[in-house]
């Protein structure tokens, strides 16, 4: 199937710092979604994006959909600790969805 | 409250008994899809359910089973359970049709099969 790469694999910052992460495919995608998941938790959906080229903020959140539709990014601005957690990128298309393996963020105080 | 509900929550089983995961969802979507997370791996798609008796296999279906009878509900059956589907199972269900796929996901199944 299909597959995403999403890196950093991990990152650890410290409180107040910007976090950037990406995802890029070999595939086409008509949508990007970014999901953040809590331990135990199952994901959440933080931004949702529909048109190449779009860039669409919710909060400190600012997320890009590329312009080949091969590729998004994810920025998070003045992080917080509540920021902690994995996200994943997803990209979709019709019913079908594909996950990348997700960046485990760490904020230190 | 809008959500999406799986059954159990844990499950501890051996080697093939049948098995059922129970998924529902109180928002009238249309879509609903089943994942599998694997530790340090993303979620990966099983099947998915674009409306009541439709059906698709995503990238892992082997294995599993699904069915659509009600719009609000869509069990994920493992026939004979092997350990290779020990995992974190979890459901999920969107609007469809609108050109807005946001999806929901339930709290999640840990499934461990010995």
């Known amino acids: 199937g299909q597959q995403l790469n999403q890196s950093p694999q991990s990152m650890f910052i410290q409180e107040g710092e910007d976090v950037s992460m990406n995802c890029t495919s070999s595939?086409?995608?008509?949508?990007w979604l970014w999901y953040k998941q809590d331990p135990g938790e199952g994901p959440v959906l933080l931004i949702a994006?529909?048109?190449?080229?779009e860039l669409t903020s919710n909060g400190r959140l600012t997320a890009q959909f590329g312009i080949t539709r091969k590729d998004s990014f994810l920025n998070i601005s003045a992080s917080i600790p509540s920021d902690v957690g994995i996200y994943f990128c997803?990209?979709?298309?019709?019913?079908?969805?594909?996950f990348g393996d997700g960046t485990t963020l760490t904020v230190k105080p | 409250e809008a959500q999406v509900t799986q059954n159990p929550r844990y499950l501890i089983t051996v080697t093939g008994k049948k098995l059922t995961v129970t998924c529902s969802q109180n928002?009238?979507?249309?879509?609903m899809s089943w994942y599998r997370q694997d530790p340090g791996l993303g979620l990966r798609q099983i099947y998915y359910?674009?409306?009541?008796?439709v059906t698709d296999k995503g990238d892992v279906p082997e294995g599993y089973k699904v069915s659509r009878k009600e719009k609000r509900n869509f069990p994920l059956i493992l026939e004979s359970p092997s350990p290779n589907q020990t995992s974190l199972y979890f459901c999920?269900?969107?609007?469809w049709g609108t050109g807005y796929y946001e999806q929901y996901f339930g709290p999640g199944t840990r499934l461990t099969v010995t």
């Open positions: 997803a990209g979709q298309n019709a019913g079908k969805s594909t």
């Open positions: 999920a269900s969107s609007l």
């Open positions: 595939s086409i995608f008509n949508t």
């Open positions: 359910s674009m409306n009541v008796e």
């Open positions: 928002m009238n979507h249309e879509y």
């Open positions: 994006l529909y048109k190449a080229g």
